[in-house]
């Protein structure tokens, strides 16, 4: 089962999207996953990352990009606690947001079953053109990237759990 769900921004930013997914694994399976930079590429293909370190910790700065752009965008790791929560926030504005963070939180539902939410809470670029182009598309694109990292991570983590590779 798979859940987008209303959310309200944060101060200093003024959209967000939020996606929620029940996984058929353990939160510590899916931790491993969502904690291991080295395998975003496969949640997000239309991104590039790049770290000092494939695993995540609190303050790790870490950079990405959309593939064929040249600019990479920093980000740093802001809160992290293991099995449970990952917190990054963009340190300079990317082409499209201003302003980006991101709260990735794991629930153990059992302990073959965990819910993953995520919520990218931003800010456009462009004033009041990126305003108007964030309720016509940037909101919808934001949350279809969301859904599909989730809905493959979710694929991942039930097929290792299920004894595939």
Known sequence: MHNSRY??????????VKVEVNI?????????????????????????????????YAGMIYSYKRRG??????????????NELIVGETLEPDSIFKRMQYEHRLVRINDRETISME????TPRYGILGTL???????RLVMKSLLN?????????????????
């Open 119 to 122: 919520q990218v809470s931003y």
């Open 69 to 82: 752009s040249k600019k990479w965008t920093r980000v740093k790791v802001i809160s992290y606690v293991e």
């Open 7 to 16: 959310c309200i921004p944060p101060a200093g930013f003024s959209s967000c």
């Open 133 to 139: 182009l964030d309720k016509v598309i940037i909101k």
């Open 24 to 56: 058929r694994a353990s939160v510590e399976e899916v931790f491993k996953k969502i904690s291991d930079i080295s395998e975003w590429h496969r949640f997000f293909p239309e991104y590039e990352f790049r770290a000092d370190e494939n695993r995540l």
């Open 149 to 165: 990292a989730h809905l493959t991570l979710k694929k991942i983590c039930e097929k290792n759990e299920h004894g595939g590779a």
